[in-house]
């Protein structure tokens, strides 16, 4: 008996893919039960923050004299009145708007341009770095809250220089983070091997070394939210930021804190809005760190 | 599009013609300078390279032997321009190297590295197919021929298209990801491999398997090989002919047999006691040499090994020993192409071992 194998043409080459990097970190972020609890009270703050208007109960600007400081829980009132009687849970969730663009924006910008210089200084080394490097320290070498305390005095009051001197003060730390990751990179043999096939440095800044360094750079700059969302209440509790009667969180603490013995639980609410954002931001940039962070 | 038959080509053909060598290295000098005190620059420097010159033939293996810290792989980064010599010049056949006729961007098309590392020296986010494609893509190969040659080339190493195209290094073993590094090198299709400490990181099986796919390789595409290694036995397997480098400096040069049957450098014959032998009445007792390279900073004036050497006399700390074949008069068998830089050999140089002056020899 001859037994008859199937004999089949091969088929035409199925090309594998594998996965592919953010994939597999997007799949490791998805089971790390702290960052996807973070990540969903950002993503519930800033739906609440772009849906303001419709989600908010009342006019958080309209005040009432004669019920002011209610407690949390007064009817109406959720979350009680601040001290000209305005709805507190309707000037929180307006207030998410201005905290968001405070702790968001100064980062963003900061990135940019903190990773193009930083970038630049490490792949350019020598004469390049040493100019980038030392005009940063000039920066480092004051406290940030100061730094930025000082710029926004001096550049007079009002958001857009707060958000200016934010970003300032964000610039030198990325700068850093970059350069040092950069100079990392740069000395490994995948760089090497790309100057050795001949390619210019753009091409290698392009292909090799952006999908390398921008990772860690951006895990760093969400760290760094929390810190501006802070430092922008700091701002805005000092008059420097944004102004009455914008219900900004920072700036709610300041006008409550007068109120912390007839209400404390009302006066404390702008700081643990706070609060709860910057851990938010903090747990999520740590949990991206260690899904990105492949020892491999 | 067939990356293999259009690459292969004799290894004597090319401008110079077949006595032209591949690549001449003339006077080749790195020193490292070391950082300076604050304010002002230190005159200290790390001779890490110190006058090398050689030529490395078409066609042949020519393997670079010699301790950690020798200057092997400052070579290998000189060779590519991956630092910028001192001093020296690199003729590529008969052309100079940066010159007009030989811009650096198409001498490096025509030579490629391998490098110890494989996993550093493959971009961890890039798939290996892309990683093979980024050569030929720089030098204006289409993006679709570029991939088509990557993967060509992947079969060419034994590792299925298929399969492995689309993986990240991460996925891959020491050896694929090796055989992924000679493919990338391979694909800007160069006349010079340079392969430094290319197996020295892999299990001995594989080790033995990359071999032979780089033999197979350099008959399929007609390559010469620079094979630095500090493993002498598998230098010697592979060498048409063998360099022995010492504190920046050539020692001996010489065919491969030749040099290991019969070294003229007290060095050489140093390193060749050194090598394992498989037969346990041969094992070696006696250490051959002992203590520590000098420090390249302040390398020993004169012959450089003449702080370690067994025949050392006055004039070795005094004379620069230059490369010389050994006189016939003592090693009947000598080649002319097999040379040391010992004081031994040179006629007239006052070491009392060496052969008496050419004037008081006739």
Redesign the interface.
Known sequence: MVMQLPLTRPAAPVFERSEGYWSSVFRRLRRDRVAVAALAVILAIVAVALLADYVAPADPYRGATLRRLRPIGTAGFPLGTDELGRDMLSRLIHGARWSLLMGVTPVLVAFVLGSAAGILAGFAGGRINTVIMRSVDVLYAFPSVLLAVALSGALGAGLGNALLSLTIVFVPPIVRVAEAVTTQVRGRDYVEAARASGAGAFTIVRVHVLGNVLGPIFVYATGLVSVSMILASGLSFLGLGVRPPEPEWGLMLNTLRTAIYVNPWVAALPGVMIFVTSIAFNLFSDGLRSAMDVKR | MNGGSQAATDPGSGRGGPAQPLLTVRGLVRHFALPGKLLGRSKAAVHAVDGVDFDVLKGETLGIVGESGCGKSTTA?LL?H?INPSAGELIFDGEKVGSRELP??EY??QV??V?Q?SY????????IEA?IA??PS??GVPRRQAVERARDLLARVGLD???F????P??LSGGQRQRV?IA??LA?RPRLLILDEAVSALDKSVEAQVLNLLADLKQEFGLTYLFISHDLNVVRFVSDRVMVMYLGRVAEIGPSEALFSAALHPYTAALTRSMPSMDPDARTEAPPIAGDPPNPIDPPPGCRFHTRCAFVADACARRTPVLTPAPAAVLPSARPDHRAACLMLEPGSGHPRAPAAPAAAE
């Open positions: 980064r590519m991956l650096l961007r490096r098309r490629q590295m490098f590392d550093a020296s493959l971009n961890p986010r890039l798939t990683s980024f050569g720089v030098h298209p298929a399969r195209a689309g993986r990240y991460h996925e590094n990338r090198a800007l």
